[in-house]
């Protein structure tokens, strides 16, 4: 989808559909807003007229389509709520559920009137890039197998009008940029969205190898040959049981700066989780393609960092493995030696996620002595009942990341918490024969024995995890409680939230 900004005001010229905001009234409010008065003359009075009725009442998702006179376009009012809970998160709603209402409706181009999206909670520049946010990611769905499908909004133009001109420079540097980092997490949905047929590690082996020669990265791919002289004994057992062998895949953008510190992002790339000889029951398997979320946005991450040039340099490292169970499979009761010569116990082949990352943090830690480690992995199913669909988990040893995390996390609107790590959970995955356990004697805190496991791989680096199980993507089912920016499918979490972060440092 192109985004571009107008100087002009919507409402003065040739667009299929206009789209502004309207606040909730409250009980006592029966006069018609001022604000809506451009809206009402460019109607022709139909829309004091639909107030009065009380058909418009600014509810949120609340959408009312008016046809201009004279076959001028429509003009689409989105309820936006009350104005005591208006924020940026609001409009990136309020863009998608517009976008989304006007699919199969004949509308290409959508114009959205900036001023009606700027009150307390935003600023022009904040709701701008909230408005590309919403259109791009509420246009997205993933039609790679539809054989037909209705055309949606192709254009969205953000309109500026007399008020807010003056800025225009400023905004449209924004919203290019903006616009930039969703086509980015579009891009990296339609990866993380592919079937695990498709996706192997081997396949998105030479997704990374064109990225890279796209935006200029450097990249390595280990193949199960070089996995074994390197002793990553964990990505070769995991992927033991699967004809589609293993593949670590490192990338290195140099970063902007001579001098700034080395951030490295590692994911989880299982493109299937069947559960392995531990199998999953078949409701618990069935969105396991999506197991490789991690490292899939690790990709689109390494895309954002070389198309915004970003000061840090950036690492991306992906552990990607297929879990099947099979004759070659690895067993509960497997000792496994990793990377840097530490063995784990195997107790459930279901846990195989940290068992992958063991080698990838280890081998990241060890040959590059990045400053910071930044994992992302849809590892434990404790996570989602935890905090939900919609919020990753974050574990961290460094007061600086936590906290860079957590300002992204306020300015993009991507949910995360932290959580604590304590001996209490380093006591549960110790092991008895090995050095640690994949799974732990008794069932608690899942999401944390997780962390504990893979904090034992990164030493004393500082480091950060986020466990994304539960917002990595959405279902049908879950589809409903979730803001229209996430369709059903891949959400590509982590990848507006990594490029914040990043940019942040360029500044910090
Ligand atoms: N890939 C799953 C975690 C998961 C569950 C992701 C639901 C997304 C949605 C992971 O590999 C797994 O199976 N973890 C086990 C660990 C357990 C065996 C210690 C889990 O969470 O049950
Ligand atoms: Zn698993
Ligand atoms: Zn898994």
Redesign the pocket.
């Known amino acids: 989808m192109k985004v571009s900004v107008d100087r002009r005001d919507a409402l003065a010229v040739a667009v299929d559909v206009a789209v502004s905001g309207v606040f909730e009234r409250g009980a006592k409010e029966t006069a018609f807003p001022k604000s809506l008065a451009a809206e009402d003359t460019a109607s022709g009075g139909l829309i004091e007229a639909a107030w009065d009725r009380g058909e418009i009442r600014g509810k949120r998702k609340e959408i009312t389509v008016v046809h201009r006179p004279g076959g001028q376009g429509r003009i689409l009012l989105i309820g936006l709520g009350l104005r005591s809970k208006f924020d940026a998160d609001v409009v990136r709603r309020a863009a998608a559920e517009s976008v989304r209402a006007l699919k199969g409706k004949g509308a290409r181009g959508v114009g959205f009137r900036l001023v009606s999206f700027v009150a307390d909670g935003t600023t022009p520049e904040v709701a701008a890039r909230a408005i590309s946010d919403g259109a791009v990611l509420g246009g997205y769905e993933f039609l790679k197998y539809k054989t037909q499908a209705d055309r949606g909004v192709e254009e969205v133009a953000i309109h500026l009008g007399e008020g807010l001109v003056r800025s225009e420079a400023d905004l449209k540097k924004a919203v290019a940029e903006q616009a930039s980092i969703d086509d980015v997490v579009v891009w990296t949905r339609e990866r993380a969205n592919l079937p695990a047929d498709t996706a192997t590690p081997e396949r998105l082996a030479e997704e990374a190898r064109a990225l890279a020669k796209e935006v200029g990265l450097k990249v390595t791919v280990f193949d199960e040959g070089s996995l074994a002289e390197l002793h990553c004994g964990g990505l070769l057992a995991v992927g033991g049981g699967s004809a589609h062998p293993p593949r670590m895949i490192v990338l290195e953008y140099a970063g902007g700066t001579r001098r700034g510190r080395t951030v490295a992002v590692v994911g989880?790339g299982?493109t299937f989780?069947s559960?392995g000889l531990?199998l999953?029951p078949a409701p618990?398997m069935a969105?396991?393609k999506?197991?490789k979320s991690g490292a899939v946005a690790v990709l689109g991450i390494l895309r954002a960092a070389a198309l915004l040039k970003v000061a840090p340099r950036v690492l991306g490292v992906l552990a990607c493995a297929e879990?099947l169970p099979s004759g070659a499979a690895y067993r509960p009761g497997d000792l496994v030696r990793t990377y840097g010569g530490q063995t784990i116990e195997v107790l459930?082949t279901?846990?195989?996620?940290?068992v992958v990352l063991a080698d990838a943090l280890g081998y990241v830690v060890d040959k590059y002595r990045p400053d910071e480690v930044i994992d992302l992995a849809?590892?434990?199913?404790?996570?989602?009942v935890a905090l939900g669909d919609d919020t990753a988990g974050l574990v961290a040893n460094d007061e600086r990341v936590a906290a860079g995390l957590l300002a992204a996390s306020r300015a993009t609107g991507e949910p995360i918490w932290r959580m604590p790590l304590t001996d209490y959970h380093r006591e549960l995955v110790k092991s008895e024969v090995g050095d640690v356990r994949?799974?732990?004697e008794i069932?608690v805190a899942?999401m944390l024995?997780?962390a504990a496991f893979l904090e034992t791989f990164v030493g004393t680096t500082p480091w950060a995890h986020l466990d994304i199980?539960?917002p990595?993507?959405t279902t049908v089912t879950t589809r409903k409680y979730q803001p229209a920016y996430q369709n059903p499918g891949a959400v590509a979490f982590g990848v507006r939230l990594l490029a914040r972060y990043l940019q942040d440092a360029s500044r910090g």
């Open positions: 989880k299982i989780d559960g531990s999953k618990a969105n396991m999506f197991d879990n459930n279901d846990a195989e996620g940290r849809t590892l434990t199913g404790a996570e989602v994949n799974s732990t069932t899942g024995t997780a199980a539960g990595a993507y």
